[in-house]
């Protein structure tokens, strides 16, 4: 089992920044997606940005396309935690975002599917205004 914990949300202007973090507990294995998704009120969940990381303790990051170049996904493998840095915010990025990590993948390709992912924490609140 993994517990999984975020904070560093909160209410920001639109161009404003902030830093999520998430600190993962319980069981350690590698080859491993974790990353972070959001859900906006009425929309699905959407993926934001992932890493999987290898037993060798390479990783890969990815980011879906609206908000590279604005978000930058970090992580310390000692300490068993991420830190998601968000700038320039747009009102379109408020949604709930929750971390999540999967179980054991083969490979990269199936860190952007949010079924792939066993563990999920709680969400901490995003909104961005105008």
């Known amino acids: 089992q993994v517990l999984l914990v975020e904070s560093g949300g909160g209410s920001v202007q639109a161009g404003g920044s902030l830093r999520l973090s998430c600190a993962a507990s319980?069981?350690?294995?590698?080859?491993?997606?974790m990353g972070w998704f959001r859900q906006a009120p009425g929309k699905a969940r959407e993926r934001v940005a992932t890493?999987?990381?290898?037993?060798?303790?390479?990783?890969?990051?990815d980011y879906v396309d609206s908000v590279k170049g604005r978000f930058t996904l970090s992580q310390d493998n000692t300490k068993n935690t991420q830190s998601l840095y968000i700038s320039n915010l747009k009102t379109e990025d408020t949604a709930m975002y929750y971390c999540?990590?999967?179980?054991?993948?083969?490979?990269?390709?199936?860190?952007?599917?949010?079924?792939?992912?066993?563990?999920w924490g709680q969400g901490t609140q995003v909104t961005v205004s105008s």
């Open positions: 999540a990590k999967s179980r054991s993948m083969w490979d990269s390709t199936s860190c952007p599917y949010a079924g792939n992912y066993a563990y």
């Open positions: 319980g069981d350690t294995y590698s080859n491993y997606c």
């Open positions: 890493i999987y990381t290898r037993d060798n303790g390479q990783s890969t990051t």
